[in-house]
């Protein structure tokens, strides 16, 4: 087996990061069940259409690949993406290659949701999850990798 992403899957990625994480209208989230201490749902595996259900949205521009499914979601508390991966080890690989173009992200278990950090956090009441921030290409400081909530790990 060679990398983990194929040109194509690769190109699909890199563009889809560069047409969205600059607009900030990205990412969603999944999951549902038990509550913790901050009142968000455990994180439960899911698919992009699964989570576009469970968080109101309507999910536009599909696409698919081997690895991973993205769509696009817009609802009343704003725009964001959705990706459902294979598996774990999949979406960390592509959050590596995702977190050095900054943005901000809700990791479920095979899932990533990409949009704002306030849009993520309400997303979070409905889906669990836990908000990581991609690098910081600000002036401030605040590295990259800061996890913020609880939540499922991996």
């Known amino acids: 087996m060679g990398s983990l992403f194929h040109t194509p899957v690769k190109t699909v990625l890199l563009c889809g990061a560069a047409l969205v994480l600059p607009a900030a209208a990205a990412g969603c ?6 509550h913790g201490a901050d009142g968000a749902p455990a994180a439960k595996e899911a698919t992009i259409e ?3 259900e469970r968080t109101g949205c309507t999910l536009t521009g599909t696409r698919k690949a081997a690895e991973l499914k993205q769509g696009q979601c817009k609802n009343g ?10 598996s774990d080890k999949t979406r960390d690989s592509w959050l590596t290659e995702a977190k050095p173009w900054g943005g901000t ?3 479920g278990p095979k899932w990533v949701a990409v949009a704002t950090p306030q849009i993520l956090e309400t997303l979070r009441k409905d889906v669990g999850g836990r908000i990581v921030k991609g690098d910081d290409h ?5 590295g990259g990798g800061q996890q913020h909530g609880s939540g499922h790990g991996s």
């Open 138 to 142: 600000g002036g401030g400081g605040g």
């Open 29 to 34: 989230s999944g999951g549902h069940g038990g």
């Open 77 to 86: 508390k704003g725009r964001y993406v959705l990706v459902s991966f294979t």
């Open 105 to 107: 992200y809700l990791v």
């Open 50 to 52: 699964q989570l576009a």
